[in-house]
């Protein structure tokens, strides 16, 4: 199994990313998938999440800027980050789950300058 996330970078505030998370070894649609993030002494903590279909749940400081979309057919989940601000500076990992399995991205670096 293997999530690679890619599409991290600096960005000034305002800006937008966005980023790409493309798994493989696993039946991508059978799978909730995810955007957490780490900031520098803070706890992982989650900012989008998709069990598929229209049905998508935000973390409050991220709802109306960031956007979760998937794509079965290329067993692929994104984020659309707008309006970035720097406290939106982290480390953002994807993450597949579901019963009995969790699978994470080696993580891609976000920083939003003031």
């Known amino acids: 199994v293997q999530l690679q996330a890619s599409g991290g970078g600096l960005v000034q505030a305002g800006g937008s990313l966005r980023l790409s998370c493309a798994a493989s070894?696993?039946?991508?649609?059978?799978?909730?998938v995810g955007w957490y993030r780490q900031a520098p002494g803070k706890e992982r903590e989650l900012v989008a999440s998709?069990?598929?279909?229209?049905?998508?749940s935000y973390a409050d400081s991220v709802k109306g800027r960031f956007t979760i979309s998937r794509d079965n057919a290329k067993n692929t989940v994104y984020l659309q980050m707008n309006s970035l601000k720097p406290e939106d500076t982290a480390v953002y990992y994807c993450?597949?789950?579901?019963?009995?399995?969790?699978?994470w991205g080696q993580g891609t670096q976000v920083t939003v300058s003031s």
């Open positions: 993450n597949a789950r579901r019963i009995g399995q969790s699978h």
């Open positions: 998709t069990p598929g279909g229209s049905i998508t």
């Open positions: 070894g696993i039946i991508f649609s059978t799978y909730i």
